[in-house]
């Protein structure tokens, strides 16, 4: 019989048990190294609810603002009182808000819905073509 190939069978099994053991608890550790550099955010004091944020006639995160035209109201972009918190005030300020809609009167296409051709004429004069349908 050959018992000596049995034991070198056995070192070399041993050899890699102890390889592979190494490796896995070397990965768990960087792993869990890893998860423990996240900062923790601060806990809500107790029985205080998050507060939802309020709503606002001027969303700014909405759409992309660096065009001439501000496609989801549909007025230029200089003009949109729904993009703009001080064109907004400056419309309120002069009387030119639409308290039903939460927009400017005077860009308001729900109750005015003549401005929305007055506006996309100056679209038209611009590029040439039919401006994007607003969104709201």
Not at 4 to 16: A, L
Not at 95 to 122: I, K, N, Y
């Amino acid at each position: 019989m050959k018992r000596q190939v049995t034991w070198k069978r056995q070192v070399t099994w041993r050899g890699k048990s102890w390889l592979v053991s190494a490796a896995g608890c070397s990965m768990l550790a960087a792993g869990c190294l890893a998860g423990c550099s996240q900062p923790i955010p601060p806990a809500a004091p107790q029985g205080a609810a998050a507060a939802p944020a309020p709503k606002t006639a001027v969303q700014t995160a909405g759409h992309n603002h660096s065009g001439w035209w501000c496609s989801e109201h549909g007025v230029p972009e200089a003009e949109c009182g729904r993009c703009d918190p001080k064109l907004a005030a400056e419309f309120q300020k002069k009387g030119d808000w639409c308290t039903e809609h939460d927009r400017p009167d005077s860009q308001c296409f729900v109750c005015h819905p003549e401005l929305e051709a007055q506006f996309a004429a100056r679209y038209e004069a611009r590029y040439g073509k039919q401006p994007p349908k607003p969104e709201g």
